[in-house]
């Protein structure tokens, strides 16, 4: 079973930036991180877990949510199974939990679409992020 670990969640100040990590391990026999689309989800106080940006394996499909778009950007170094989430000019509103999860040869989903829960086979157990002054 794949094995999703984020890190790098925080309290930060309205305007602030983190850089949340997602490294991957236990590949199933014959995968290497380049087969997997990896997306990042969030889950706030009372609210239902939402998509946020997903990454094709290649990096050549990324799709963002149009809260995030211009502010998150997401990248992937397949060398170290790791995807990154630049997050810049926070807000409170972004406070949540962050998981991302793991969608084997979902590249084509990413470029059509939103990450959906239903996807994604494999998930990290979240990082907290807090945006508050």
């Known amino acids: 079973q794949l094995r999703l670990v984020e890190s790098g969640g925080g309290l930060v100040q309205p305007g602030g930036s983190l850089r949340l990590s997602c490294t991957a391990s236990r590949f199933s026999s014959g995968y290497t991180s380049a087969y997997y689309t990896i997306g990042w989800f969030r889950q706030a106080p009372g609210k239902e877990r939402e998509g946020v940006v997903c990454?094709?394996?290649?990096?050549?499909?990324?799709n963002y949510a149009d809260s995030v778009k211009g502010r998150f950007t997401i990248s992937r170094d397949n060398a170290k199974n790791t995807v990154y989430l630049q997050m810049n000019s926070l807000k409170p509103e972004d406070t949540a939990i962050y998981y991302c999860?793991?969608?084997?040869?979902?590249?084509?989903?990413?470029?059509?679409?939103?990450?959906?829960?239903?996807?994604?086979?494999?998930w990290g157990e979240g990082t907290q992020v807090t945006v508050s002054s």
């Open positions: 990454i094709s394996g290649s990096s050549s499909n990324t």
């Open positions: 999860a793991a969608d084997l040869l979902g590249g084509s989903r990413c470029r059509t679409g939103l990450p959906d829960m239903n996807d994604y086979e494999s």
